[in-house]
């Protein structure tokens, strides 16, 4: 079953003879469970095409189906509950809540619904990112790897239909780095949680299922690294 169907996806920023094609009818499927790396140099179209993903910006044109859903035919707040909701989005720079704990960080998809966390849920992501010491901690007082694994655990709390992660390893240093992947792969490979990581880096891309390559805003190779 396929999360996620993305059809000719095009984005065109300005017009007459300041139009840029950000992203040229871009198609691709991603299956429950893969690991999908997307890679590009920095201007290709990638972090466009992040953002169509996520239901953070909206295509000029095609479309973008999770779970059977098409996400441009809902409003703005109903696409920001079902962003919430459905997709794990983690982010270079962690966007975490200054004023926060780690706790509530986490939690902050199931709070913004006013709905009851997951106890259960929010303890295995706890133990599962190492924070168990960290738990009433503010994000300042945090090194760079735990607030990114704080973001990792906001990204698992709902069970999404995906997590997006937009360069995660990119502002952390190499050891840093090494734990939030083998924490991404975690979730990938033992809890079967698909995902699509946007990076740069070639050695992170071979160890996802499939890369796909993005260059001048098209999609110019889909590749399968493993079955």
Not at 105 to 124: F, G, S, T, V
Not at 158 to 168: G, H, K, Q, R, S
């Amino acid at each position: 079953m396929a999360v996620l169907e993305v059809k000719e996806l095009t984005k065109i920023y300005g017009s007459g003879d300041n139009q840029v094609k950000a992203l040229d009818h871009v198609s691709f499927r991603v299956k429950k469970g893969e690991f999908v790396a997307v890679v590009g140099a920095s201007g290709s179209g990638k972090s466009t095409l992040m953002n169509l993903i996520g239901g953070i910006d909206r295509p000029t044109s095609g479309s973008v189906i999770i779970e059977g859903k098409e996400i441009f035919g809902m409003n703005e707040s109903e696409l920001a509950i079902f962003r919430r909701r459905n997709i794990g989005i983690v982010y270079q720079f962690y966007n975490l809540i200054p004023n926060l704990t780690v706790d509530e960080n986490i939690m902050l998809p199931c709070l913004l619904d006013k709905r009851e966390p997951d106890r259960k849920k929010l303890e295995q992501i706890i133990e599962m990112t190492g924070l168990s010491h960290r738990r009433t901690h503010l994000p300042g007082e945090l090194s760079g790897g735990q607030q990114q694994r704080v973001s990792v655990g906001r990204a698992l709390i709902n069970d999404p239909a995906f997590i997006l992660a937009d360069e995660p390893t990119g502002n952390l240093d190499s050891k840093a780095g090494k734990e939030i992947l083998d924490l991404l792969l975690s979730a990938n490979k033992k809890e079967k949680q698909t995902l699509i990581l946007i990076t740069h880096d070639e050695n992170i891309a071979l160890q996802a299922d499939r890369i796909i390559t993005i260059s001048d805003g098209r999609m110019i190779r889909d590749e399968v690294i493993r079955l």
